[in-house]
Every structure is written in structure tokens, then in C-alpha cells.
């Protein structure tokens, strides 16, 4: 039953995504048409059969049964529909076909704009509500790299100090995360090892290879987070050793623990075997029921209690990790201050307008990275099969956001809806790009393309956009 209500609510949260980035997009396509008075016959969330639908003046605005995304039927148009009737008439005043070039072309625009539009607006209206608040780079003088992953691959080790990120100097960690990384053409990491520093670069298909990682849920392998528990699970190995939200493990075997990622590496290699472990609990923290636990105390200090026992990890087949049970330090309050208190912590706030320009930034940089990952695929440097993803992936990610909460969640749908914008504006029929460069061409040279030269078009994009979602989607099981 839990499984059933699992799927349900997933499905319907991927639902309620898609709903908003296709009601959007239409949007743009529907007021700008009625906004130049052409006819517009259907406003459609969802394809046919339709579940409901009303009709007012000319426009009927309905719902399908089937919510793989939506249209707006323009009364003059060749669209998805290959409808021609009209091609044997002459042009009517209200019909796409008769209005100025100029016209068409804002008409077939506006639903990639309003998609940007909805990315800023989100990005923006999180600035604004939550501000940024983040640890300074420069108050980590050492990060933790994990021994196989990209990040040691490139060329990172532990104990580096990172000064520069792809030319910039590095401010923020978020620098060094996935979406940020591929957003230059070329990687490059500035160092400070042992005094002196060295710039790392990155192979041509760092793309390809990040996404494997993050894929096998590996990502790029860096941190400079403690191991402090965010979380524990109920009847995790963690649990049944008494770990607490706020607990420190600075000790794994006889070897001793810095990083959350070090932890975990250490926990792959012990492969499930029982390992002594001690950890540190701040007195803040400490219990009643904590000090009766006397066989597990190593000792007591003026900050707090040192614990002693061993745990052993329990393998997760759908991870493929061995897993003790617990969330990293942002998963509590208590731990993120523990943070902040360790490595200082920087607050920017911003006001409506600075919260816009934000959201601006940030849709550039998202719109940027797609760029750069569709130009190194085009130019080979990268793998199709590793680099995108398709209906599956995106579900999956979506589930995910809406458990990490509501701002994780609408950041998605803002990341979609650039993501939705840039592919739909690409110059392929059956897609806006499609039209809009046939519109291109009748703005140059006068001309319009024959009727039959844009059905076949259409026909050709249908064709094409088929098959690339049947491949997305077998991809996307060949990497689940």
C-alpha cells in the first residue's frame, strides 16, 4: 500500500510540474494571438480524448486525457494538427495567415518568453523570500576529495584549497556543483597545494563522465563538510547504535574522520563489516537517557560526551552503497548552525527589483549550461546517451525536489522551464524554432514557403521528435 500511495504521489507531483510549465507556454502563444485579434479556435492542457471542456466566444478552453504537454489551435495555422483546410481560401482578417509577418513571429515567440519569464519570476521570488545564505569559500581551507571519483580523476586532492573556479574567484561552493561546472566550455580549477598553486583541467567529456557519476548517485566527490548527522533513519545501523541528529563521527577503526565524505568512503571499503566507531554529542545535546548509556561513554568533557561502539553498514541494492542510515548536515537546523558556527556564515538579502535582476542571473546561467552541453554533444566532445535525459529521469528528479521541500521544488520547475524554452526554440519542425525560422525566411525574402514544403516539414519534425522521446525514454531505463 505504501509503495501504491508512493508512486501515486510522485505521479502527481510530476503532474502538477508539467501542468504549469505547458499552461505557460500556451499562454504566451494564447494571449499574444488574441492580442493581435486572431482567432483562436482551442486553448488545450493535455492531448485528446478530451476529459472537459467550454466553449466562450470563439475559443474552446478544454482539458485531455493525456498531460504529455498541451497546444493552441490559431485559426490559420499548419500546426501538430497538419490541418490545411483553409489553404484553399484566401486569408481572413483574424487568421495567423493573415496577419503581418512581424506579428507571427511575437505570436510564435511568446511561449518560449513567458517559459524564461516563469524561471525568473521563480528564481526571483525565491531571493526574495528566502535571501541567500551561505558559507564563504574562503573560510574552508581544505577540501576532501574521494579516491575515484571525478573530482580525483580531474586532478583534485585531498587538502587542497580551491581559489579560482573557470576563471572566477571562488566565493561560494556552489561554484563547484555540477550545474555550475558545466556551464564553461572548458573546466578549469585553480589549487593551492602544498604553498603553491596549480590550475586543474578538465577532459573534453567531463559532461559525459559527471553524468555518469551523478547517475550512480556518486556526483562529482568533493566536500568540505564535517561528518556531522543531519538526520537518522528509524531502524537504520546508525540508530541501533544510539546516533543523534547533532552527533560528530570523528573516528572510524583506528583511523580518524574529518569529512562527511571521508565517512562515507570508509564505510564502502569496510564492504558491511562490523567497524569501531567513536563519535562526539555536544552537551546541548545530551540527555538523561544519554548519561545512563554508561558502557558506551569513552569520556566526558567540559563540551560534551564522547561515545564509543561498532556499527556495521547495510547494503542498499538500488543505491549499490553501503549505508549507515543517516542525512548530512543540512538536513537539520542544529546541524546547519553547527556549520555556520564552525566556518562563519554570509547573508545576502534582496529587495523586489535585486530579487528580479537574481532571478535573471540565474536563468542565464541555466540557459547557458544547456547551451554549452548541446554544443560540446554536437561537437562530439560529449555523450547523447550520458548527457540528457528524458520523461523518466525528469520524473524522478521531480519526486525527489518535491520531498526535499517547496523550494527545491519550484527551482526544478524554474530550471524546466528554461530547459522547455531553449529545446522548444531549437530549429527543428514541429517545434516553435521550426516555425519561426520558416517565418525568418518569409521576412528576408518575401517569400512563404509553399504549403506543401511546410507539411512535409511537420510531418518530417513529428517523425523526428518521436523517435528522439522513444530513445530518451529507453535510455532512460538503461540507466535506472
Known amino acids: 500500500m505504501e509503495l501504491v500511495v508512493s508512486v501515486l504521489t510522485s505521479t502527481l507531483w510530476v503532474l502538477l510540474a508539467l501542468t504549469i510549465l505547458v499552461f505557460v507556454h500556451e499562454l504566451g502563444h494564447f494571449l499574444t494571438a488574441k492580442y493581435f485579434d486572431m482567432r483562436v479556435e482551442r486553448f488545450s492542457i493535455g492531448f485528446p480524448p478530451t476529459l472537459f471542456g467550454r466553449t466562450y466566444g470563439d475559443t474552446e478552453y478544454a482539458v485531455g486525457a493525456t498531460p504529455l504537454g498541451g497546444y493552441v489551435k490559431i485559426s490559420g495555422m499548419i500546426d501538430e494538427s497538419l490541418d490545411t483546410d483553409h489553404v484553399e481560401t484566401d486569408p481572413e482578417p483574424w487568421e495567423f495567415r493573415g496577419k503581418p509577418v512581424w506579428q507571427r513571429i511575437i505570436v510564435i515567440s511568446a511561449g518560449v518568453i513567458f517559459n524564461a519569464i516563469l524561471a525568473i519570476v521563480i528564481f526571483g521570488g525565491l531571493s526574495w523570500s528566502e535571501g541567500d545564505t551561505y558559507i564563504p569559500a574562503e573560510n574552508v581551507e581544505q577540501v576532501y576529495v574521494e579516491e575515484g571519483s571525478v573530482a580525483h580523476d580531474l586532478g583534485l586532492r585531498t587538502g587542497d584549497r580551491i581559489v579560482r573556479v573557470n576563471g572566477s574567484d571562488f566565493e561560494r561552493f556552489r561554484q563547484v556543483e555540477p550545474s555550475s561546472l558545466i556551464a564553461a566550455d572548458t573546466l578549469t580549477i585553480t589549487v593551492v597545494r602544498d604553498g603553491e598553486r596549480q590550475t586543474i583541467t578538465g577532459p573534453p567529456n567531463f559532461i559525459s563522465r559527471l553524468s555518469r557519476a551523478r ?67 555536544p552537551d546541548s545535546l545530551v540527555g538523561e537517557s544519554d548519561r545512563s548509556r554508561s558502557p558506551r561513554v569513552v569520556r566526558r568533557t567540559s563540551q560534551g560526551v564522547v561515545f564509543a561502539d561498532s556499527v556495521a553498514a547495510r547494503y542498499d541494492s538500488k543505491r549499490e552503497r553501503y549505508l549507515l542510515g543517516v542525512r548530512s548536515p543540512r538536513a537539520s537546523s542544529v546541524t546547519r548552525q553547527a556549520l555556520f558556527d564552525e566556518f562563519g556564515i554570509r547573508t545576502v538579502t534582496y529587495g523586489p527589483l535585486a530579487a528580479l535582476k537574481a532571478g535573471a542571473v540565474d536563468t542565464w546561467t541555466y540557459g547557458r549550461n544547456i547551451v554549452v552541453t548541446l554544443k560540446r554533444i554536437a561537437e562530439g566532445r560529449d555523450s547523447l546517451t550520458d548527457s540528457l535525459g528524458g520523461p523518466v529521469m525528469i520524473a524522478d528528479v521531480t519526486s525527489e525536489a518535491a520531498a526535499a521541500g517547496a523550494t527545491a521544488y519550484w527551482r526544478l520547475i524554474a530550471a524546466l522551464s528554461i530547459t522547455l524554452a531553449i529545446m522548444n526554440i531549437l530549429p527543428i519542425p514541429a517545434l516553435d524554432g521550426g516555425q519561426l525560422l520558416f517565418l525568418l525566411y518569409e521576412a528576408v525574402t518575401r517569400r512563404r514557403p509553399s504549403v506543401r514544403v511546410r507539411l512535409v516539414a511537420q510531418q518530417v519534425g513529428m517523425i523526428l521528435l518521436i523517435g528522439f522521446m522513444a530513445f530518451l525514454i529507453f535510455n532512460d531505463i538503461l540507466r535506472l
Not at 547533532?246 to 564502502?268: K, N, P
Request: hydrophobic share 40%.
Open 215 to 281: 547517475s550512480n548517485e556518486q556526483g562529482f566527490g568533493l566536500g568540505f563538510q564535517p561528518a556531522l548527522i543531519g538526520a537518522v533513519e528509524a531502524g537504520s545501523p546508525a540508530d541501533s547504535v544510539g546516533l543523534q541528529t547533532g552527533d560528530r563521527i570523528y573516528a572510524l577503526q583506528s583511523d580518524t574522520v574529518r569529512f562527511w565524505r571521508e565517512m562515507s568512503a570508509r564505510l564502502q571499503q569496510a564492504e558491511g563489516a562490523r567497524v569501531a566507531m567513536r563519535w562526539f554529542r
